[in-house]
């Protein structure tokens, strides 16, 4: 069985900060991983997804690797900024369409 | 395009009771998924569906029906409603086509906050 883990649970940093959020997963047979930012209150919205194949993708101020072997993914948000504040959640695609294991997220504090 | 849309946002139900939550997505995605996010835990898949017409479970789908009669809406349904059904529920949707050209990413809905009294 997949399971996903974000480490750590909680985050808070001062505004300006490069910061990294870690996602590690146990069953390295993925399609895919997907990060996700949630707002308070609010539904997902994606920032990244890294097919199986790649090593990283970008977006803006956020990159996302990842590293199958190894069973982790880390997300890199550079210049943090009050709003980026949010929980983050990645998720990993494995064992067919319907087998997507959310981890429990990361929730980023930035103070101005 | 207004993505995916979730009615209602809130509900509160007494124990033993039904209700559907709606979902709907204008972006002729073919995959739609049905999540519950319960409190510092990680989003459940209850269910999904491929296409119209097909449906299957997922990793949590007990005391959950679900029905999906065109692309664009993806109804649950709740029977007999339970306090442990008390949750936030998530609709999403994606593209998934064939090896080359699935893009996968999922794009979710509000959400709607369900309490069970």
């Known amino acids: 069985k997949q399971e996903v883990t974000q480490i750590p649970a909680a985050l808070s940093v001062p505004e300006g900060e490069n910061l990294v959020l870690n996602c590690s997963f146990t069953?390295?047979?993925?399609?895919?991983l997907q990060w996700f930012r949630q707002d308070p209150g609010k539904g997902l919205t994606s920032l990244l997804l890294?097919?199986?194949?790649?090593r990283e993708q970008t977006s803006g101020r956020l990159n996302a690797s990842l590293d199958k072997s190894s069973g982790r993914s880390t997300l890199y948000i550079a210049a943090s900024q009050p709003g980026d504040s949010a929980t983050y959640l990645c998720?990993?695609?494995?064992?067919?369409?319907?087998?997507?294991?959310f981890g429990t997220g990361t929730k980023l504090q930035v103070i101005p | 395009n207004a993505g995916v849309t979730q009615t209602p946002k809130f509900r509160i139900l007494k124990i033993g009771q039904s209700m559907t939550l709606q979902c709907a997505q204008d972006?002729?995605?073919?995959?739609m998924y049905w999540y519950r996010q319960d409190p510092g835990m990680g989003l459940k898949l209850i269910y999904y569906?491929?296409?119209?017409?097909?449906?299957d479970k997922g990793e949590v789908p007990n005391g959950y029906n679900v029905s999906r009669s065109t692309t664009e809406d993806f109804p649950l349904r709740l029977e007999l409603a339970a306090p442990s059904q008390t949750s936030v529920y998530f609709c999403?949707?994606?593209?998934?086509?064939?090896?080359?050209?699935?893009?996968?990413?999922?794009?979710f809905g509000p959400g709607t906050r369900l309490t069970v009294l």
């Open positions: 069953d390295s047979a993925i399609y895919n």
């Open positions: 999403a949707s994606s593209f998934s086509g064939t090896s080359g050209t699935s893009t996968d990413t999922q794009y």
């Open positions: 890294i097919q199986s194949s790649q």
């Open positions: 998720a990993v695609l494995s064992g067919g369409y319907q087998k997507v294991t």
């Open positions: 972006m002729n995605h073919n995959y």
């Open positions: 569906s491929v296409g119209a017409g097909i449906t």
